[in-house]
């Protein structure tokens, strides 16, 4: 479909769109930054700022946009309830230099929804209703949503596509799950498709896009404007590159084992950029790891020997057995299947961050 003028351009004009998923305690400024190393996408979105009565917005998400180097276009996301303060945190966020407010109506973690913020607000299509409007009135710029296809079902699908249109929404991000299917399951692509013609606006498509050949099948049965990618990103950075790739007719890049642990290098000195504690270095790299490993060997040695690892040396000493004994293998466009990554939520890091944080 053509993009309004007022989405930002992408990389390859005519081309499906390409966007980061936000993730918390990801995507933040040094992600960013390695995606960017191996193939940005067209857009970026922020972790999200907790939106609340005393809140201001986190420094340190503030730096992915005001450090940023990516030279791609970055969304702001929000979180919360509070309509005052999301309308007062979405002003402040607007003198950054960002390409739009995006909010989060989709985080299907427990402590997240029981809260009624994130995926919690899709219990509550009159609340929705008011967030929308008021943002609406007082956003100036671009104003995007991320949710999911419902809550517990997807009774309510239709009425939340019409408050998308009611309230001239610029681009809607749609996890094909609900709220309580989280991660597990079917995507229900067929209700983005229907999404896609319901809404006067964009669609990313987001749901298990794992490899560029998944991204091109979900597109063509969707009709989706883009996709967005967050889990299989971490797990493979060249993705949106070789999305780009795909779509143009090209042959997609072959990433070696040897690509693979020099990623691993990458994201360890990023973890260092953070001064993340060398007690908590094992734990804080397996996060980025469980994913890694589904795509380089079948009968997931390396997932289960990674698990293992105690320390910086018996870490690396599996990456380097794995990845470095057959240096030029293939690292695979797809899981493996059967390898499943942990844990299965959109807040990643959430252990590591609490261990360093003891």
């Not at 380097?320 to 899981?335: C, K, T, V």
Request: hydrophobic share 40%; proline share 6%; net charge neutral.
């Amino acid at each position: 479909m053509l993009l309004p003028d007022r989405l930002p351009s992408p990389l390859i004009p005519g081309l499906a769109l390409t966007a980061l998923a936000p993730m918390q305690d990801v995507t933040d400024l040094f992600f960013m930054t390695v995606i960017a190393h191996y193939g940005s996408p067209d857009y970026f979105f922020t972790e999200y700022f907790r939106v609340h009565e005393s809140s201001t917005p986190d420094k340190k998400i503030l730096r992915s946009i005001i450090e940023n180097t990516t030279d791609r276009p970055i969304f702001a996301q929000m979180i919360g309830e509070s309509i005052p303060d999301l309308v007062r945190i979405a002003k402040e966020l607007s003198r950054y230099p960002i390409a739009g407010i995006d909010l989060n109506m989709g985080c299907p973690a427990p402590r997240i929804y029981r809260k009624n913020v994130g995926g919690g607000l899709l219990r509550d299509l009159e609340k929705v209703d008011r967030i929308l409007g008021k943002l609406r009135e007082s956003v100036t710029g671009l104003l995007t949503v991320k949710m999911r296809i419902g809550f517990e079902n997807t009774d309510n699908f239709d009425a939340l596509l019409n408050l998308i249109n009611q309230h001239n929404i610029d681009l809607l991000s749609l996890h094909g799950r609900t709220v309580k299917e989280m991660y597990h399951g079917t995507v229900h692509y067929n209700l983005i498709a229907h999404a896609v013609e319901r809404v006067n606006c964009p669609v990313l498509a987001n749901g298990n896009v794992t490899s560029a050949p998944t991204a091109a099948a979900i597109l063509a049965e969707t009709g989706a404007a883009g996709v967005m990618i967050g889990r299989s990103a971490i797990r493979n950075p060249w993705i949106f590159q070789q999305v780009r790739q795909h779509l143009s007719g090209q042959p997609i890049a072959r990433i070696t084992l040897a690509d693979v642990r020099d990623y691993i290098d990458r994201l360890s000195n990023t973890t260092m950029a953070l001064t993340v504690p060398r007690r908590a270095q094992v734990s804080y790299m397996k996060m980025y790891l469980n994913y890694i490993a589904q795509s380089v060997d079948p009968a997931g040695g390396f997932l289960r020997e990674m698990r293992l690892a105690q320390t910086d040396e018996a870490l690396y000493g599996v990456c380097d057995r794995y990845l470095l004994s057959n240096p030029h293998q293939e690292f695979s466009l797809e899981p493996y299947p059967g390898l499943v990554a942990r844990p299965n939520c959109e807040v990643v890091r959430e252990l590591a961050v609490a261990i360093v944080n003891r």
